[in-house]
């Protein structure tokens, strides 16, 4: 099951992108060679209104997770009354895409053991879930995926302890733009309400919460147009006016889900 257009290494390259920028709330940095090499493919790729190229390597498919990178970044919140800033070290593997397509139709080999086993080790504390469908085919999907995902944590016995923070992402578009200050019930309870309530059912509430994350964004504060073009003829998508480039709530679900209080 193909599902697609996806969005992950654009985040994650958006993240890099972040660190050159000034933020009053917070400071990214790219520890590791590989994020440095992402803020620069953030500049030469993402910011020259291209889009990055599909998770493989070399150009074939992917053989063992091992083999992708590994992003560091280090996030301090700047607080002003507080002396000294709170550090957070955030770890990144980029998956395929292809993995969660398997893991959702059963199909189960040993780069999905891999995967499994470094998703679920005891010292990683959560997980980040971006999901971009959200029409019925993306309810079906979701919702397998999820029961799928729920019953690896379960027998890896991480159900109770193991923070899931679930984003709609691509929310610049327009038909979702709106839901996302309350992401929860005004973009899953409505258009993801399976996969939504399987969540809720397994997972302790205290470990779930719902997002809303536009790696593109808009083009300005008071004009809500999207920050995106589409490209003719392919499913990609690429920036519309890359000086305006401003990602939307990326920040926000890595604090929760280092911390597990609001940020
Ligand atoms: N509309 C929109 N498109 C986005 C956004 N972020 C990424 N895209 C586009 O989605 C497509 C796929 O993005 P990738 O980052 O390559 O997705 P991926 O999840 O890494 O895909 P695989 O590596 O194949 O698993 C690209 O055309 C991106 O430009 C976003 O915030 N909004
Ligand atoms: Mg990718």
Redesign the pocket.
Known sequence: MDQG???????LAALAYLSEKDNQNYQITGITKDAKKLGDQAQTI?LQGA?????EIDGVKIQSVFDLPLYSFKLEIKRRWLPKKEEIDLVFR?????IFDELASGIYKPVHQEFIDECFVKDVVGCLL?LHRWDRGGERFYSQLMKRFIDLMDNRDRSLDLRLAVAM?????GELWPGRLDPEIDLFKVHLPRTTSILRKKIPPQNLRFYA?????ILKRNDPR?N?LD?LGS????LREPPKWEPYGMISPLYWLSKGKRM
Do not use: A, Q, W
Request: charged fraction near 35%.
């Open positions: 257009n996806r969005e992950k290494t654009t985040y993402i889009s990055m190229r599909p998770t980029d998956y395929p895409g292809e971006l992402s691509k929310c610049e578009r994350i536009s790696t593109f964004g999207p995106r490209e499913e990609h998508s690429v």
